[in-house]
């Protein structure tokens, strides 16, 4: 599965940016689409999951103000940010597992928010 993430920028406190993650693979095909996000010098964390029928789980710090959803038509994923802090600076990673359970990442896009 390949998949590509864009959307990422630089953007100002309380600010909005709508990642997409567009994936090779049919979402039929698709159990489970994740954005993780990674800060310089941490770990990378999750951020949001949905699931094949569209259950959703937020990290504590998102809650409230990001928003995943996916569409199939179009085999792609969204994370809409809004009310953006600088601490949700980091490079922001599309992930998704198959049924079969296969892992897929993509490269990652930069999300910058000024102070």
């Known amino acids: 599965v390949q998949l590509q993430a864009s959307g990422g920028g630089l953007v100002q406190t309380g600010g909005s940016l709508r990642l997409s993650c567009e994936t090779s693979?049919?979402?039929?095909?698709?159990?489970?689409f994740g954005w993780y996000r990674q800060a310089p010098g941490k770990e990378r964390e999750l951020v949001a999951i949905?699931?094949?029928?569209?259950?959703?789980t937020y990290a504590d710090s998102v809650k409230g103000r990001f928003t995943v959803s996916r569409d199939n038509a179009k085999n792609t994923m969204y994370l809409q940010m809004n009310s953006l802090k600088p601490e949700d600076t980091a490079v922001y990673y599309c992930?998704?597992?198959?049924?079969?359970?296969?892992?897929?990442w993509g490269k990652g896009t930069q999300v910058t928010v000024s102070s």
């Open positions: 992930q998704t597992q198959t049924w079969s359970g296969v892992n897929s």
């Open positions: 693979e049919s979402t039929f095909r698709i159990a489970r």
């Open positions: 949905i699931s094949s029928g569209g259950i959703t």
